[in-house]
């Protein structure tokens, strides 16, 4: 594994992963959390054009956040936000 250059981005989505799950799996952070954080990465995008923030880096990293909701919702189960 030496010699291999790895993007710090790459590391940083690996890491933030991992800790989203193990806050899951350890009942710190529910199913409703995690909802709650796509719904803000979503809200994202159509922010990205009066933040200092890529529409691409945005929409990207809402893809991320939905496959992660889908896999905490298959693996750890969970109630789901309520919706008003």
């Keep these: ?4 250059e ?11 992963q991992s800790l989203i799950c193990y806050l899951r799996e350890k009942n710190m952070f529910s199913r409703a959390d995690i909802e709650e ?3 803000r990465v979503d809200a994202r ?5 009066t933040m200092p923030c ?3 880096a945005a ?8 496959n992660l909701e889908k896999y ?4 750890y189960g969970g ?6």
Excluded at 45 to 49: D, F, G, L, P, V
Excluded at 72 to 75: A, E, N, Q, V, Y
């Design 72 to 75: 905490c919702g298959k693996h």
């Design 6 to 16: 790895i993007d710090s981005g790459e590391k940083a989505i690996i890491i933030l």
């Design 59 to 66: 929409t990207a990293a809402a893809r991320e956040m939905e």
């Design 1 to 4: 594994m030496e010699g291999v």
């Design 54 to 56: 890529d529409l691409a």
């Design 45 to 49: 995008i159509s922010a990205a054009e």
């Design 79 to 84: 109630k789901h936000r309520r919706s008003n």
């Design 37 to 39: 954080l796509k719904a």
